[in-house]
């Protein structure tokens, strides 16, 4: 049942990368298939190609950007391959296997990614089986996120930053589950099938795993090293939830072997100048790592490693981190050295725990300028300006174990909602009838599906709450306005002005009921009648909730919490509404400002914004910028909402328009 509900968003590589093959008769003679049996123990992803178009196509349509692309191409189809995907981020190396190397040789020279010219099948898989033991670690690319400001590389913005350490701290608080652990090894066995190899060592998993192990298994050429920091770095949320009991054991065992000295430590890889560029915007500023980070104590290997081998893409930097870090500093993400349980013990591994926070203090060049020195100091979980936020939003889960729904909020509130629906789901299928947390659970699933535009599903779970709250607990009145309040804002969504100030009006007449008017839902309360008076053209009753709503939260929240750039939004479109275009803006930049701090940069509140700000520039007549706030507005809405989604269909409804108005206006000049 778990495995039948996970397995929907696994993609079709689990692994970073990924092998393609290019050629005519790819897959005719027997020497080839025998060859491509041999090929997937080095790669596991084996895709293959008898047209060059459509390894093109594929490539540059199909490929995600945290992808890598080992390629082989025929010599008669190589060099209108190569030419076509070469400076594709995703391609990480190219081998030309042919009959003529000479004539081939001419053409490949003119491209850096191309590594070898070979006639023999031997020396390709060999040349391959080489290059791919140094390539796995120098193109294995951080996932991170700054705390204020800048780019997060290969994953998103500084709003993630607080969500990413939230995510961790709850996975890590989750009970493990043996059932997960044999969905991993059954997922494994799917991802290997046809790979004898591979399937060899789910096997010995299987059979010889203990928490005690975890980290030799991280450390050698396994699923757990390549699927996991894969996982990490694209935030493959399912993927992740069944490996939580591995990271939890890796923690404990980076905890119990912990470095009790101040160390300096090296990690050379190669990063692209748009990556470089986006860390040196970031100098000063708190850098979240969303993986773990492997370095070494010695200098000299990690330069050694680089300076052999970046000429390997001609769009990549060499770059060399020096990490600073002292043990009493941290309690919660500690590092270790972890020779004793590495395979390459010479290396003089340092492990640090996956959600490490660093200060970004210096990049600087080496005297030739060809290698970027990054340099790092390791920080505690209390010095970042967000940690306001971040305890706040870390108390909601409590102190003790969590569970899904403790997950499916974590979910909710970065804005993955059909997420956080599986994890509801998965949660309500395991409760009885009459289990206590029914009724918070049918809240949750209510809350979902009203995000993602299901209204009548909405109040039907909603309802259910609701009604389980009247018959056990029947003079708990804060909690049976809650859910008045959220059937009224779903209301209030459907268009049903009256009742939704109905059930607004019943939920603040509760909160008063409990003397308890400035509870923090009373706050949504407020915000929910300014919504509808704002719908009613009434502007000043409902500048003047929104007012008592904004007042309510900077009582109870932090002054970068979401629901304040939530308010601050809502006052101003009403200023939008009265014709006060320049105030509106100041609210819209306010809730912006806080919504970079405190939300991922696909979050659909922002869109919000996005688009309120969209107006701003419609009513001014200037429709290019009106067009690119709508468009920003699309963007997140597609990837968080749906195509279908009611909002997301107005969204696109207006940029046509807006289109067609500027195109208008270009023929008439």
């Known amino acids: 049942m778990a495995m039948a509900q996970i397995d929907e968003n696994i993609s079709d590589n689990l692994e970073t990368f990924s092998l393609f093959w290019v050629d005519a008769n790819v897959n005719e003679c027997g020497e080839n298939q025998d060859a491509q049996q041999q090929l997937r123990r080095i790669i596991n992803h084996l895709k293959t190609f008898e047209k060059g178009d459509d390894c093109i196509e594929y490539i540059c349509r199909q490929t995600r950007t945290e992808d890598r692309i080992v390629l082989i191409v025929s010599g008669r189809l190589g060099q209108e391959v190569v030419s076509a995907i070469h400076h594709v981020r995703q391609v990480s190396s190219i081998y030309v296997y042919c009959r003529d190397r000479k004539g081939n040789e001419q053409w490949a020279k003119n491209f850096v990614k191309v590594k070898a010219v070979t006639v023999r099948l031997d020396e390709l898989i060999s040349g391959i089986k080489s290059d791919q033991q140094t390539r796995s670690k120098l193109e294995e690319c951080l996932s991170f996120t700054t705390s204020i400001g800048g780019d997060q590389s290969t994953t998103g913005l500084n709003g993630q930053f607080v969500h990413s350490q939230i995510f961790i701290d709850v996975l890590l608080r989750m009970k493990p589950d043996e059932q997960d652990r044999m969905d991993l090894i059954s997922m494994c066995r799917k991802q290997y099938q046809g790979n004898s190899s591979q399937l060899a060592i789910v096997k010995e998993f299987k059979k010889n795993y203990s928490p005690s192990k975890a980290l030799r298994w991280y450390t050698r050429e396994s699923f757990v090293y390549k699927m996991l920091n894969k996982a990490l770095r694209v935030q493959n949320i399912d993927i992740l939830f069944l490996?939580?009991?591995?990271?939890?054991?890796?923690?404990?065992?980076?905890?119990?072997?912990?470095?009790?000295?101040?160390?300096?430590?090296?990690?050379?890889?190669?990063?692209?100048?748009?990556?470089?560029?986006?860390?040196?915007?970031?100098?000063?500023?708190?850098?979240?790592?969303?993986?773990?980070?492997?370095?070494t104590m010695e200098r000299p290997k990690a330069l050694q490693f680089i300076q052999k081998n970046f000429e390997m893409s001609d769009d990549m930097e060499p770059v060399l981190f020096e990490i600073d870090a002292d043990p009493r500093k941290v309690s919660f993400k500690p590092f270790a050295d972890i020779s004793t349980f590495s395979e390459y013990s010479s290396e003089k591994e340092v492990l640090f725990m996956l959600g490490s926070i660093f200060r970004l203090n210096q990049i600087s060049q080496d005297i030739d300028g060809q290698i970027s020195t990054i340099q790092m100091t390791l920080c505690s979980d209390d010095e970042h300006e967000l940690k306001g936020l971040y305890d706040y939003m870390k108390n909601l889960y409590g102190n003790g174990e969590t569970n899904l729904r403790s997950l499916g909020l974590v979910m909710w509130r970065m804005g993955k909602f059909d997420q956080a629906e599986k994890f509801f789901r998965r949660l309500l299928d395991s409760l009885s009838p009459k289990d206590p947390l029914l009724s918070a659970l049918y809240q949750n699933l209510g809350l979902v599906a009203s995000d993602k535009g299901e209204y009548d599903a909405s109040l039907q779970w909603y309802q259910k709450s609701l009604n389980i709250k009247l018959r056990t607990r029947s003079s708990d009145y804060v909690n049976i306005g809650i859910s008045h309040n959220s059937i009224g804002m779903v209301y209030y969504r459907k268009g049903n002005l009256f009742e939704a100030l109905q059930s607004f009006t019943k939920a603040a007449t509760l909160f008063e009921k409990a003397k308890d008017e400035n509870?923090?839902?009373?706050?949504?309360?407020?915000?929910?009648?300014?919504?509808?008076?704002?719908?009613?053209?009434?502007?000043?009753?409902?500048?003047?909730?929104?007012?008592?709503?904004?007042?309510?939260?900077?009582?109870?929240?932090?002054?970068?919490?979401?629901?304040?750039?939530?308010?601050?939004?809502?006052?101003?479109?009403?200023?939008?509404?009265?014709?006060?275009?320049?105030?509106?803006?100041?609210?819209?930049?306010?809730?912006?400002?806080?919504y970079s701090k405190s939300l991922p940069p696909q979050h659909p509140d922002i869109a919000i914004t996005y688009e309120n700000i969209g107006n701003v520039y419609k009513s001014k007549d200037d429709l290019k910028q009106a067009l690119s706030y709508f468009q920003h507005a699309a963007t997140i809405r597609h990837h968080a909402l749906s195509s279908q989604h009611p909002i997301t269909v107005r969204n696109d409804e207006v940029i046509q328009r807006l289109k067609d108005k500027l195109q208008k206006r270009t023929i008439q000049f």
């Open 243 to 295: 490996f939580r009991s591995i990271i939890g054991d890796i923690k404990k065992q980076l905890d119990q072997n912990r470095c009790q000295s101040s160390v300096r430590v090296y990690r050379g890889q190669l990063m692209t100048k748009n990556e470089l560029i986006s860390l040196g915007n970031s100098i000063g500023e708190f850098i979240s790592m969303n993986s773990f980070v492997s370095t």
């Open 519 to 594: 509870h923090l839902t009373m706050g949504y309360v407020y915000n929910g009648i300014g919504t509808v008076y704002q719908q009613q053209k009434d502007y000043s009753n409902s500048l003047l909730f929104y007012q008592k709503s904004l007042a309510i939260y900077q009582i109870h929240l932090p002054s970068d919490h979401p629901d304040l750039g939530s308010s601050y939004n809502s006052i101003g479109a009403v200023h939008y509404s009265l014709g006060e275009d320049d105030l509106a803006l100041e609210y819209y930049d306010r809730s912006l400002e806080i």
